[in-house]
């Protein structure tokens, strides 16, 4: 099953089909639960990606495809449109908030461009940030004053590099780099072309944590430099700065 970006009336769609998802997260009584890990406490299940359903109830933005191959893994695939970073997000259909983990084993295919994860995403007036039309372009998230993020780079080509950024929609006049600042620095695990990685973020409070297969690569806490630290929001995977293909397996999200 293949997704391709249609422009609203895949967004009208969309949020027909998940209206009421989020306010679920919350109230919802425990209704699933499974092991944190081996012998660990039972833990809160807020998602987990099931191929069997497809990705009906995830939207896509921008220039790519998003699939389900036929081992069940998540493919991404943004392609050349003639700009200069061609780039695709794609959309879980479930509004986290509160505590939890998110964790998904990742593949790059091809070793050009970035990958991102963005987090915590909602309009600035707590707004569903599905609820109008981008073009997936970085300007569209970082520089529009409409919406607020955390952004998590991996795969990120040759760079050896790791970013956590937070896009917090100033209402004050700024330059560009103070409206999407570099919070926290580490160095890019997910660097081997077909290598399977496991990578786990954990949004808590103020504080988020990114490991690649275990070892840790950003402990942030927002102190609040940059507006207050962000909460409820929406969950994106994110392609690039250029034409690249990548695949999620075990995508899952639990309560902490």
Known sequence: MILEYKGDNSRRAFLAKTAGVGAAV???????????AKGGPMSEELFVFDPAKGLDDWLLEGDGR?????????????????????????WCP???????????????????????IMLCAEGVNGEDVLSWSRS??????AYTR??????ISYSRGDTGQSGIRKLWAPAHECERREMAPLVSEGQDRCTEL??????????????????ADGQTIHD???DGTYGAPLG????????YTSPKRVEYTNFRVVRL
């Not at 081992?71 to 780039?87: C, D, F, M, Q």
């Not at 409409?146 to 952004?151: D, I, K």
């Not at 409820?232 to 392609?239: E, H, T, V």
Request: one cysteine or more; glycine letters at 8%.
């Open 26 to 36: 919350a109230l919802a009584p425990i209704s699933r639960l499974c092991k944190a």
């Open 194 to 211: 077909g290598k399977t990685y496991h990578l786990e973020v954990l949004k808590q409070g103020n504080r988020i944590r990114v490991l």
């Open 232 to 239: 409820r929001g929406r969950l994106a995977l994110r392609n």
């Open 66 to 90: 998003a699939s389900v191959t036929d081992s069940g893994a998540i493919r991404v695939e943004s392609y050349e449109n003639g700009t200069t970073n061609p780039a695709c997000s794609l």
């Open 220 to 222: 942030y806490r927002d």
């Open 94 to 116: 479930q509004v986290f908030d509160g505590a939890y983990h998110v964790s998904f084993d990742f593949k790059a295919l091809d070793i050009e461009g970035w990958n991102i």
């Open 136 to 141: 997936a372009t970085w300007y569209s998230y």
């Open 146 to 151: 409409c919406m607020r993020l955390y952004t």
